[in-house]
């Protein structure tokens, strides 16, 4: 438990939401960022797996992910906004350069705030990625890959343009940035979330 503080206690300057906008539930980006598909409504969450706001908001996200309209494309964004934090961005983007993001993304989560284990070895996670079925050894190797470092630094470069300073952050077709802090709860993030989107869609 100790050994976890430790982990949360370092990245405490960037793992926590924004300053709060009652009257809109989002802010808007000064710099409008342009989206990977112009045929679909982009929605970013940019996230942390040792934060315990993003393990709260991931059911909601998770609920929103089953219901989402068919012309929006989500897009989850790691970036290592705290040194502390390297090992989960490169754990994310090997799961998702392998393919398994979906057996690995809710047991990694789990295993940080459920089992209480910090995961800041990549050792760690290997053992987590045996757990599950999967070649350990193989995804050590791909979490030091330069295809995984190289996702690394689009997702800072990403946070930087969006001026994420916390996670977890919601960007909305490269235009508004939401958070629970910003919009009051997680539940009304999500009501923001789907407003935005209909916004968006209506042009």
């Given at each position: 438990m100790?050994?976890?503080?430790?982990?949360?206690?370092?990245?405490?300057?960037?793992?926590?939401?924004?300053?709060?906008?009652?009257?809109?539930?989002?802010?808007?980006?000064?710099?409008?960022?342009?989206?990977?598909?112009?045929?679909?409504?982009?929605?970013?969450?940019?996230?942390?797996?040792?934060?315990p706001h993003c393990f709260q908001f991931e059911p909601h996200i998770v609920d929103w992910k089953k219901t989402k309209p068919d012309n929006v494309e989500f897009i989850s964004i790691a970036p290592p906004l705290n040194p502390a934090w390297k090992v989960h961005s490169q754990a994310f983007y090997a799961a998702q350069v392998l393919g398994v993001l979906d057996q690995f993304h809710e047991p990694m989560f789990n295993a940080i705030h459920v089992d209480k284990n910090p995961m800041r070895k990549p050792k760690d996670v290997m053992k987590l990625v045996e757990s599950l079925g999967l070649d350990?050894?193989?995804?050590?190797?791909?979490?030091?890959?330069?295809?995984?470092?190289?996702?690394?630094?689009?997702?800072?470069?990403?946070?930087?343009?969006?001026?994420?300073?916390?996670?977890?952050?919601?960007?909305?077709?490269?235009?508004?940035?939401?958070?629970?802090?910003?919009?009051?709860?997680y539940p009304n993030l999500i009501k923001v979330l789907n407003e935005l989107i209909e916004k968006e869609t209506a042009g």
């Open positions: 100790r050994a976890l503080s430790g982990l949360l206690l370092a990245g405490l300057i960037a793992c926590f939401s924004a300053t709060a906008n009652a009257q809109t539930g989002y802010e808007l980006l000064k710099t409008p960022q342009q989206t990977a598909n112009p045929e679909k409504i982009e929605v970013q969450e940019f996230f942390w797996y040792g934060c350990g050894e193989k995804f050590g190797k791909t979490m030091k890959s330069f295809n995984v470092d190289a996702k690394i630094r689009q997702s800072l470069q990403q946070a930087r343009d969006a001026g994420i300073s916390a996670v977890p952050t919601v960007i909305i077709n490269g235009k508004y940035r939401t958070s629970g802090s910003v919009a009051g709860s």
